[in-house]
């Protein structure tokens, strides 16, 4: 992720997600989302009551993984209607209604400006790409192949694109998308579709005008360069490919060892002093790279309510706790940076009016065994990760 922003390859959002493993399911529909739609209903000549069902089942598939679907599932349901709807017997009227349609829809709704202008910047910076300008020089020579299902998929892509560009229709992408985000994801996913279907009529292509023999020498040279080129442009905040599969060998289970064990301890206490109502830094380093610890406890213990995360995740505005604010957020931050006894007295306000009974801290307290009423029950370490967390509870 951090070689294609720098050399300027690609123009993408969220990369970084694809190596989260919480991010794992939301990635099936940022990769394949159109693809799996467009692949399904795209060779159709008619939509029947069993292709609906389909498009059901599929929508609800990629709705659970993440609610990034919904434009994907409108725009390439919407512009597959007309694609199966588009031939010589079928009459005007399928075609000009729908479409009048959507357009009058796209022109009531409201225009959303920061979408359009967020979507347009990354036209702007994808145009100039290498990995776009092929895929459209491959998308212009695959007509030349006079192949229906091809025409088929390649104007599948430019009527989404259209859509998600042209003013006023545009709108109805917009508002679906909801927030900036979603939509920029949306594109995102359009641009990887696009780039997959590229490479897919190149290895069509060789598949069916070179021999075999020569084929499989070819990706084994294909494979090892890009290989060698992923490893090359490894820049894991100076880390090495051999240090990071140390680190997986290390917490097998995808999370931190340390935060594991931390969540065990949690349970411990909570047995013995009820629920914990905790604050923790927001993110800690372990092995080098941020981790979230505020908003994984409550994924690693069963009776903690981390206040921590509550700036980042919201709780519902009628619970008392939504009004914990990120700025005594940050005055937790500081004390657990500085660890001074004048810090900890600056959080007291806050920790009494929401009755805050524990908190975490993060890096060497071994000069401080307690802070007013609270007092230090548990460290735990983890050499290998410099992770060095503290527990602190209420007495």
């Known amino acids: 992720m951090n070689t294609v922003y720098q050399i300027g390859f690609m123009h993408l959002i969220d990369h970084w997600q694809f190596v989260t493993a919480m991010y794992f399911g939301s990635s099936i529909p940022r990769t394949m989302g159109i693809l799996w739609i467009m692949m399904t209903f795209v060779e159709n000549d008619k939509i029947t009551i069993k292709d609906i069902f389909k498009l059901f089942m599929i929508s609800v598939v990629l709705m659970s993984k993440s609610s990034i679907a919904l434009p994907i599932i409108v725009l390439t349901s919407v512009t597959l209607y007309f694609i199966i709807n588009f031939n010589k017997e079928r009459k005007v009227i399928f075609l000009l209604i729908p479409l009048l349609i959507y357009v009058v829809v796209g022109i009531i709704l409201p225009n959303n400006l920061g979408i359009q202008s967020e979507i347009y910047s990354l036209l702007t910076q994808n145009v100039k790409t290498l990995p776009f300008l092929v895929s459209l020089v491959v998308l212009v020579i695959s007509f030349t192949f006079r192949n229906s299902f091809v025409n088929r998929i390649n104007f599948t892509l430019i009527f989404i694109f259209a859509l998600m560009m042209i003013p006023e229709i545009n709108d109805v992408f917009e508002n679906f998308s909801i927030y900036n985000f979603v939509s920029n994801r949306m594109f995102t996913t359009l641009m990887y579709t696009f780039y997959i279907v590229a490479f897919s009529y190149v290895a069509y292509f060789f598949m069916s005008h070179v021999h075999k023999s020569i084929l499989k020498p070819v990706f084994l040279i294909l494979t090892c360069i890009i290989t060698g080129s992923s490893i090359l442009t490894y820049t894991g ?82 619970d008392e706790i939504a009004s914990y604010k990120y700025e005594y957020q940050e005055l937790f931050h500081t004390f657990n940076d500085t660890k001074s006894d004048d810090d900890f007295n600056n959080c007291i306000k806050f920790i009494n009016k929401y009755g805050i009974n524990s908190f975490i801290l993060f890096g060497d307290t071994s000069k401080h065994d307690s802070y007013g009423d609270f007092k230090k029950v548990q460290t735990i370490i983890d050499q290998n990760a410099s992770v060095y967390y503290s527990i602190y509870v209420k007495g």
């Open 237 to 318: 905040r100076n880390m090495t490919i051999k240090n990071s599969l140390i680190v997986i060998a290390q917490n097998k289970k995808m999370v931190p060892n340390s935060t594991l064990e931390l969540g065990k301890v949690l349970d411990e206490i909570s047995l013995e002093k009820g629920t914990l109502r905790i604050l923790a830094p927001e993110f800690v380093f372990a092995n080098g790279v941020p981790h979230p610890l505020a908003t994984i406890l409550t994924t690693v213990s069963s009776d903690t309510i981390s206040y921590s995360a509550i700036p980042r995740y919201y709780v519902d505005s009628d």
